[in-house]
């Protein structure tokens, strides 16, 4: 038998429980530009989405500043994916 150190089972641990926790993030841009083409109610729907849906507790939403595509507001960022105009369903449909 390998004999495994205290530190093993202590990285082990660790990432054991960062996979247990494992959420992806929704980062939502509120900057000016966005604000003007509604991220504000976006983001109203997409936290009210995650308390009621099979999302809950799975999502993490972000509150961004400018994400330098603001001629195509609302922006939202799922997993390094970038969302132009984004709308409830297909951020539903992404996470
Ligand atoms: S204001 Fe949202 S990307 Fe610039």
Redesign the pocket.
Known sequence: MVPISVDYYYNGFQIYSSMATYRKFIFV?T?????RNG?KELLKDIKGMLKVSEHKGKCKVVKTK?????KT???VVINSEVIKRASLPEIREKC
């Open positions: 841009c900057g000016k530009d966005c604000k991220c400018c994400m330098d595509f603001c507001g609302p922006m």
